[in-house]
């Protein structure tokens, strides 16, 4: 079956501008994580949702990020007044249930965002 | 806060060497922990896990025990192969607060020479 998808691959943005990035998990997945990865580091959690509704945002960097899953299903991520420490790879995680090591996270590809 | 520290790398092998890969962790309570491997142009997969201390995690011949005592976890396989060659990150779930959270390593490149 279909793995998590994200879209888009690439995304190159102008400092200042607003972006968004959208994850469609694996189907009947009720949880759903995004991951920022810088060059050279491990990913870094962002974001947790259980169903529409954010179960643990801790990881947020600032309130220029944003990140919405309105059905319960594909979530978007938004970034405002981007800033060029923000270029990373954005990757999406999603989970039967939530975690806790019992429900293996399954990883989309990532959108690699740069930010000029 | 809980952190994990994986060995510096790179690490470069000849096909059939002994491969370990150093973890150590630092979290409150019990957490599980996890080996990922990101091979060339792919996502991040799960290779194994083990969510109490002394469980052994294994799969495709790499293994890994949760040493609650030295609050480790280090990657081991017998004879690697080319087709090993990867990037190799150390996890772990703290639970409680942290339910949904993956802590990451900072990743360890694996390069195995024919």
């Known amino acids: 079956g279909a793995g998590v998808s994200q879209t888009p691959s690439n995304k190159v943005t102008e400092k200042g501008k607003y972006v968004e990035l959208r994850c469609d998990p694996i189907?009947?997945?009720?949880?759903l994580y995004w991951y920022r990865q810088s060059l050279g580091q491990g990913p870094e959690f962002l974001i947790y949702?259980?169903?529409?509704?954010?179960?643990?945002d801790s990881g947020l960097p600032n309130d220029r990020f944003f990140a919405v899953r309105p059905e319960g299903s594909v979530s978007t991520l938004k970034i405002q007044r981007t800033e060029r420490g923000d270029s990373a790879v954005y990757l999406c995680?999603?989970?039967?249930?939530?975690?806790?090591?019992?429900?293996?996270?399954?990883f989309g590809p990532g959108t690699r965002l740069t930010v000029l | 806060g809980d952190s994990v520290t994986q060995m510096e790398g790179p690490v470069t092998l000849s096909e059939e060497a002994f491969l370990t890969i150093n973890c150590t962790y630092t979290?409150?309570?019990?957490?599980?922990l996890f080996w990922y491997v990101q091979y060339p142009g792919e996502g991040l997969q799960l290779l194994l896990k083990?969510?109490?201390?002394?469980d052994k995690g294994s799969n495709k011949g790499f293994e890994a025990t949760y040493r609650k005592e030295t609050t480790s976890f280090h990657l081991e396989k017998g004879s690697v192969q080319v087709s090993d060659s990867a990037v190799y990150f150390c996890?772990?779930?703290?639970?409680?607060?942290?339910?949904?959270?993956?802590?990451f390593g900072q990743g360890t490149i694996l390069t195995v020479h024919p």
């Open positions: 995680a999603s989970s039967l249930q939530g975690s806790g090591g019992r429900n293996e996270q399954f």
């Open positions: 189907s009947g997945h009720t949880a």
């Open positions: 949702f259980q169903g529409t509704g954010a179960a643990d």
């Open positions: 979290a409150t309570g019990y957490p599980s």
């Open positions: 083990a969510t109490k201390a002394d």
């Open positions: 996890a772990l779930n703290a639970g409680g607060t942290s339910y949904g959270k993956l802590t």
